[in-house]
């Protein structure tokens, strides 16, 4: 095996092959010439990347493996770690920007020369981009990038075709989704949300983030003057100031280090401060920092260390500038922390209090709060009210993560924050927004959970708003009568044993194309895309692939409209990788475990992107039905049999998938049945929906007064 030579596991092989593990699996045991491991582990082995390549073109089952595919293969493979390559891959892409007539001279030189020459030319464009004076990002040796070599030339190949800092969101990305666990991001609607509040979208601002992580925040900032980030963790603070210089032109300047024991910039007096803070930390530093000049409004005691970095950001404005801070809802009513909530308030710091719909961003699971701060003028007079905005009717049913209004959720919060600032207070909106007079929250508690304090708004809307929901239930209910399959009659004994095929012999026959869905949903990092062939069927509208919308699992499940979102990337002809786009009569089946399912797309769904974790099977007409296919492969047994188990997961082979071999006019019988039943399970469902919605619409009618008992 050559020397720094990328390795693959059994699920990179998967991915460059387009199938499930459980066929690396099958091929390593019934191939005698399958590449063997060069390393890993015995449970987990690996594999030479180029090894791997030419056994599969040998078998026929990879024509070329996509640049973006191979270039990920040898980041994830190398032999310093994922973090150290992306260091080096983004160090060379900012050259590649900043110098492309540089390294245009250097790539035409051989590996060996190019090792001693490209030290100097990142040392350059990295002291032009971050100063020389502590940079996150120090110049890597000729004996660091000996290794990296391969991975360099493959990111320019890749920088030529999307550019340079879409190929680096690529490889972060994708590094991300495969370390869920590692990092802690801020999806980019709360980020986006958070750098309009702080008004960090005006351009020429200089804003911080103490707790950059990522740089998810500091990315939302509309044409900066100036960023400054920290993170205690210096591969993290590396990574975001790599990612940040990349993303613009805006002076960066990024530090490592825990900014409230060790502040980077305490002179600083910022335009801005976005923070998504560490949550719940005992060992924030309290037993060294009782005398610091930042608590200003009180030493937060030891388990408030949200309220410490609150009065860090503080400290880092200049005088009527604006913090935005991501925090637990637990720090609104905490009992330890009363003290300086009542002082933020009294002084006027603390201006607003907005309750995010759970599912915004990590933890998952629960509501999560902004905190919107302003530092107080010299002789200001302090604000005399606090403004409280809930948005957690704007979570969707059965939503979460993945499942926000974020255009919704925007447009609520700043059409109360907007005339807030420029008016001082807000007409009152039951169950949404309301500012209150400060006074009447210096109590006991000073509690400053939204909820709390704003009217419940009639769930169910009034008396005529129901009325209008029961004729729609009512309707609903007599389709359900009316469409419910008739009673079932038993097969006739002996029937003979129809012969059978399978999804992966129709595949191979032609009359069927099987492919890979591996668009995102809108999370806060770049989406990678899922194994398989990813190719348009269809053209890309006008507007870009960010305006496509996307079929998620949950939507197959659901039978509900495409819900999910394209992630951020470069447009179709600029070197991306286009969605695959439904058409009419496609099949598409979820991968993931939980329960048989098959949806056949319709003309109202045809045009969106096909999302992670589902297969699209698209049928010949003029040998398969859809509606047969979707109908046999829902079978409960048709499933078990083609599902493998791994740990808590189940993983369905769609190629295993079994139907019979019948006539064209015997499958459209079947098809007929199959979407009868589908139009069925349809009018329940709705059915389902607003029965939900009339009956908690009756209880919330009832007890808020809005009806008659």
């Not at 790539?107 to 490209?118: E, F, G, K, M, P």
């Not at 188990?645 to 006539?663: C, E, H, K, N």
Request: hydrophobic content about 40%; aromatic content about 4%.
């Amino acid at each position: 095996m050559p020397e720094n030579a990328a390795e693959v596991t059994a699920a990179g092989i998967a991915r460059l092959a387009g199938v499930g593990r459980a066929a690396v699996s099958n091929w390593r045991r019934r191939h005698a010439d399958f590449p063997r491991p060069v390393g890993g582990t015995e449970t987990s082995p690996s594999f030479a990347l180029h090894e791997v390549e030419r056994w599969l073109r040998a078998q026929g089952k990879l024509a070329e493996v996509p640049l973006r595919e191979r270039v990920w293969q040898q980041l994830s493979g190398h032999p310093a770690g994922a973090v150290t390559a992306l260091r080096h891959a983004g160090c060379l892409l900012l050259l590649v920007r900043d110098r492309p007539t540089a390294w245009l001279e250097l790539s035409a030189v051989s590996d060996r020369r190019l090792l001693t020459r490209l030290p100097a030319a990142l040392d350059t464009v990295l002291t032009a981009r971050f100063g020389d004076r502590c940079s996150p990002v120090p110049a890597p040796a000729a004996a660091e990038l000996e290794a990296s070599v391969p991975l360099l030339r493959g990111a320019a190949e890749l920088a030529a075709e999307t550019g340079a800092r879409q190929a680096f969101e690529f490889l972060l990305g994708r590094h991300l989704d495969a370390n869920p666990r590692q990092y802690t991001l801020t999806p980019a609607g709360p980020a986006e949300l958070m750098a309009a509040l702080a008004g960090a979208d005006t351009p020429g601002r200089t804003v911080l983030d103490p707790a950059s992580g990522t740089g998810g925040l500091l990315r939302a900032v509309r044409q900066p003057a100036a960023l400054y980030a920290q993170d205690a963790d210096p591969e993290l603070a590396s990574l975001t100031a790599v990612r940040l210089a990349l993303h613009g032109d805006a002076d960066i300047r990024a530090a490592a280090g825990d900014a409230l024991r060790a502040d980077a910039f305490p002179g600083l007096a910022a335009d801005a401060v976005l923070c998504h803070p560490p949550f719940n930390e005992r060992n924030w530093g309290h037993g060294e920092l009782a005398y610091d000049p930042r608590w200003e409004y009180g030493f937060p005691a030891r388990t408030e260390s949200e309220l410490a970095w609150v009065q860090h950001a503080l400290a880092r404005l200049r005088p009527g500038a604006t913090a935005v801070l991501l925090m637990p809802p637990a720090v609104a009513s905490r009992k330890s922390g009363r003290r300086i909530r009542a002082d933020l308030l009294r002084r006027g710091a603390l201006r607003a209090v907005v309750s995010l719909p759970a599912g915004a961003a990590p933890p998952y699971g629960i509501p999560l709060h902004l905190w919107v701060l302003r530092r107080p003028a010299a002789g200001e007079r302090p604000g005399q009210e606090l403004l409280l905005v809930d948005t957690a009717e704007l979570a969707e049913p059965g939503g979460g993560r993945g499942k926000l209004d974020w255009q919704g959720v925007h447009r609520v919060v700043l059409e109360a924050w907007q005339p807030f600032v420029r008016d001082g207070g807000v007409p009152e909106r039951p169950g949404r927004s309301r500012s209150v007079p400060v006074i009447e929250l210096l109590d006991d508690d000073v509690d400053l959970a939204p909820a709390r304090h704003l009217p419940p708004p009639a769930a169910g809307g009034d008396a005529a708003e129901l009325a209008g929901v029961r004729e729609r239930l009512t309707e609903a209910l007599r389709l359900v009568h009316d469409i419910t399959p008739e009673a079932v009659e038993p097969a006739a004994e002996g029937s003979p044993i129809r012969p059978g095929t399978t999804v992966g012999e129709l595949v191979r026959a032609g009359a069927l194309e099987l492919r890979a869905g591996g668009s995102g949903s809108g999370s806060g990092s770049r989406t990678s895309p899922g194994p398989g062939p990813v190719s348009a069927s269809g053209p890309v509208p006008a507007s870009g692939p960010a305006s496509v919308p996307v079929l998620t699992e949950q939507d197959v499940h659901d039978g509900t409209a495409p819900s999910g979102t394209l992630p951020e990337g470069p447009a179709p002809g600029e070197g991306a990788v286009e969605p695959v786009l439904l058409r009419a009569g496609d099949v598409v089946v979820p991968v993931l475990g939980s329960g048989p399912s098959a949806r056949v797309i319709d003309e109202a769904t045809a045009g969106a992107a096909l999302g992670r974790n589902l297969q699209l099977l698209r049928p010949d007409p003029a040998a398969l039905d859809p509606w047969f296919l979707a109908g046999f492969l829902r079978g409960t047994a048709n499933n078990r049999q083609a599902s493998s188990y791994a740990s808590t997961a189940t993983r369905l082979d769609v190629r295993r998938l079994q139907l019979p071999r019948l006539p064209l006019a015997e499958q459209r019988r079947y098809g007929d049945r199959f979407r009868a039943l589908a139009e069925f399970e349809s009018a329940l469902r709705r059915a389902g929906r607003l029965g939900e919605q009339l009956v908690q619409g009756l209880y919330d009618g009832l007890t808020d007064g809005t009806v008659e008992a």
